[in-house]
């Protein structure tokens, strides 16, 4: 792996390599109010979040996850884009980005302008019937669950990751979660990949298309700890594709690095994002016409 030194090497691969498969992670959104899960060696911070089978096989830990929702939705849903999303909108503008692949289900790259966006892990501003399989916006349930559950509603507590918030020693069991408006008594989840639940293959296969199409792999604050972005890294790296990466700490892939900005991904992005808003007297041309094309 080569350490980049600055930004002007992570602007030359970009320059070098015009349609980039981004990767982005909860870096991207720290800087909003958004915590992250992992440390600067990529180890948890926290308790790991619960699982798909402890979700829908309990019903003692749904309450308790949407008693946590209810508190950590008012930093979630109120969240607005920051300097790392509006960069990368920008650079996918100037023409630069195949693919921009998201571990984040905190919707904020498509609210920043990016449309060329795949959200792997769903969207946490969704919910879905297990039942019956109606999505219903977030917000309308967050009104049901103030309504039902008006005791909680005072309560503070500190923002955790994916709208979660840090409630701990206290007693979920009356805690009233509504069962699905469409169907009468089907059980709602948010519209996320939850650890042990796997990703929906047509993503996947997405994914793998648009990276057949790319010519490089950008990763922007991810650790890679999870194996469903990771394995996208390890397909590049076999293709014979080049990879870098804006990340502060450890990432899994960091033997298979062209390039790695051991720098926050906001100040990153965006210095990239205004270098590239320049004047491409200095992009070969074939690289202009391309640029020029999208």
Not at 11 to 17: A, E, K, S, T, Y
Not at 63 to 69: I, L
Not at 221 to 241: K, P
Not at 245 to 256: S, W
Request: one cysteine or more; charged letters at 20%; a neutral charge.
């Amino acid at each position: 792996m080569q350490a980049a030194a600055n930004v002007d090497a992570l602007l030359d691969f970009v320059r070098r390599h015009p349609r980039l498969f981004v990767i982005t992670g909860a870096g991207c959104s720290t800087e909003v109010g958004i915590p992250d899960y992992r440390d600067h060696n990529g180890e948890w911070k926290r308790p790991q979040p619960v699982t798909f089978q402890a979700f829908m096989g309990d019903e003692a830990t749904r309450r308790r996850y949407w008693a946590r929702s209810l508190l950590g939705w008012r930093v979630m849903g109120r969240a607005q884009p920051g300097s790392a999303h509006r960069a990368l909108a920008a650079l996918e503008a100037a023409g630069r980005i195949e693919l921009l692949l998201t571990q984040n289900v905190d919707g904020l790259h498509s609210a920043a302008g990016s449309q060329r966006t795949l959200d792997l892990h769903g969207r946490i501003d969704t919910v879905l019937c297990m039942d019956c399989g109606m999505r219903a916006p977030r917000t309308a349930l967050q009104h049901e669950l103030e309504r039902r559950n008006p005791g909680w509603v005072a309560l503070q507590a500190s923002a955790a990751p994916d709208g979660d918030a840090d409630l701990e020693g206290l007693d979920f069991g009356g805690f009233d979660v509504p069962s699905c408006a469409h169907c009468g008594n089907g059980l709602l989840k948010p519209d996320v990949v939850f650890f042990g639940e796997s990703v929906p293959r047509e993503r996947v296969e997405a994914a793998r298309a648009a990276l057949a199409r790319s010519q490089a792999v950008l990763v922007v604050g991810s650790s890679l700890m999870v194996y469903s972005g990771f394995r996208f890294v390890q397909a590049a790296a076999d293709a014979g594709l080049p990879v870098a990466a804006v990340n502060q700490g450890r990432t899994r892939a960091d033997g298979l690095l062209a390039l790695k900005l051991e720098q926050d991904a906001g100040t990153a992005l965006q210095a990239l994002a205004h270098a590239w808003a320049q004047p491409h007297a200095s992009v070969p041309a074939a690289v202009a016409g391309l640029v020029s094309g999208r």
